[in-house]
C-alpha cells in the first residue's frame, strides 16, 4: 500500500491531508495567519496519528510550492526536504494552481498581496492587479479561495475547490520518484525586503 503525506502552508493555514491510492485517510486544515513553523510538525503527527500511520509507512511527500507567502511556503519546502532526507523517501513540490484545478479546465485564483489575485490555468499564471482585466484566453470558470469576489465583479461561474494538501498528496502520490528535482517555491513577484544598505565588510 501506498501512503502519502501532503502538507502546505503557502497561505493563511496550515493543511495535511493522508492518501492511500484516492482514498483520503486523514485530512487537517487550520486557519492561522502566523506560528505555521511551530505547528507543523505536531499538525502532521496528529494527521499521521489519526490514520494509525508511523513515518516509516510512508512512501513519498508532496508539499504545496505556491504561489503564496514568502516565508510559509519556505516553511513547508524546507520541511519536506529534511523529510525527505531523513525518511528516505521521495518529496514532490506541487503548485496550488495544479493542485486546486485536479485535471479541470479552470482558472484557479489565489489571494495576492495589495488586494490582487493570483489567476493560473494550465500552464499560464500571473498576477491582477484589483480591478484589472482578465486576459481573454482563460477559461470561465474560476475556483480557488479568491474565486468568489473576482467571479461576482465579472459575472463567471465559481465552482468548489477540492482541499488544497489532499490535492497535493493525491499528485505527488501519482509522480513522486527517486531521482526528481527536488521541490523548490513558486515565486510571481521579488521579496518585499530591501537589501541591506550597509556596505559588505572588507575581506584581508
Known amino acids: 500500500m501506498t501512503l502519502t503525506l501532503g502538507f502546505d502552508t503557502s497561505a493563511a493555514h496550515c493543511a495535511a491531508a493522508l492518501v492511500s491510492g484516492d482514498r483520503v485517510l486523514a485530512v487537517c486544515v487550520e486557519e492561522m495567519r502566523k506560528g505555521q513553523a511551530e505547528r507543523l ?14 513515518w516509516t509507512d510512508l512512501t513519498a511527500l508532496g508539499v504545496g510550492t505556491g504561489p503564496g507567502n514568502f516565508t510559509g511556503t519556505r516553511i ?9 532526507l531523513g525518511l528516505d523517501i521521495p518529496a514532490e513540490g506541487v503548485g496550488a494552481v495544479e493542485a486546486l484545478a485536479q485535471g479541470r479546465e479552470v482558472t484557479v485564483c489565489l489571494p495576492a498581496p495589495r488586494d490582487a489575485v493570483h489567476v493560473g490555468w494550465g500552464a499560464s499564471l500571473l498576477t491582477l492587479a484589483p480591478e484589472e482585466a482578465p486576459p481573454p484566453d482563460w ?27 489532499a490535492g497535493v498528496a493525491r499528485i505527488a502520490a501519482a509522480r513522486a520518484a527517486p531521482g526528481r528535482a527536488r521541490p523548490a517555491p513558486i515565486y510571481l513577484r521579488p521579496a518585499d525586503a530591501a537589501p541591506a544598505s550597509d556596505p559588505p565588510p572588507r575581506l584581508l
Do not use: I, Q, S, Y
Open 41 to 54: 510538525m505536531p499538525l502532521l503527527e496528529e494527521v499521521l496519528a489519526e490514520a494509525g500511520v508511523a
Open 76 to 84: 513547508a519546502v524546507a520541511a519536506a526536504r529534511g523529510l525527505a
Open 139 to 165: 477559461p470561465a470558470d474560476l475556483t480557488g479561495p479568491a474565486a468568489g469576489e473576482l467571479a461576482a465583479r465579472l459575472g463567471r461561474a465559481c465552482l468548489p475547490a477540492p482541499p488544497l494538501a
